[in-house]
Nanobody, 122 residues
Framework: QVQLVESGGGLVQAGDSLRLSCAGSRFTFEKYVMGWFRQAPGKEREGVICSSRDGITYYLDSVKGRFTISRDNSKSTVYLQMNSLNLEDTAVYYC????????????????WGQGTQVIVSS
């Protein structure tokens, strides 16, 4: 079955960097838009950033200049590079896939990973 598996989360200090990975399997990875979402404690899940053939789309102004997305289609993997992490970045991070265009609406993504926890401490 189609699968997305995130990895790379952990406990870091404010100002640190972290790179998350999301490996896809059992589907043609390069055909899909890949998005990263996050859900902070007590909050709804929100779109962070997305990668498609049209480029990169940011959904959070707070991560512009600090986060970026990249993908290696030969490895069926999408990455989220997070720099200058702050306390507000603490969340479970999810990757998801959809066809055609990027979207910041989680309801438009059908396949999700299990999430990876990122905790930023002061």
């Amino acid at each position: 079955q189609v699968q997305l598996v995130e990895s790379g989360g952990g406990l870091v200090q404010a100002g640190d960097s972290l790179r998350l990975s999301c490996a896809g399997s059992r589907f043609t990875f390069e055909k899909y838009v890949m998005g990263w979402f996050r859900q902070a404690p007590g909050k709804e899940r929100e779109g962070v950033i997305c990668s498609s053939r049209d480029g990169i789309t940011y959904y959070l102004d707070s991560v512009k200049g600090r986060f970026t997305i990249s993908r290696d289609n030969s490895k069926s993997t999408v990455y989220l590079q997070m720099n200058s992490l702050n306390l507000e970045d603490t969340a479970v991070y999810y990757c998801a896939r959809r066809l055609r265009r990027c979207s910041g609406n989680e309801n438009e993504y059908r396949t999700w990973g299990q999430g990876t926890q990122v905790i930023v401490s002061s």
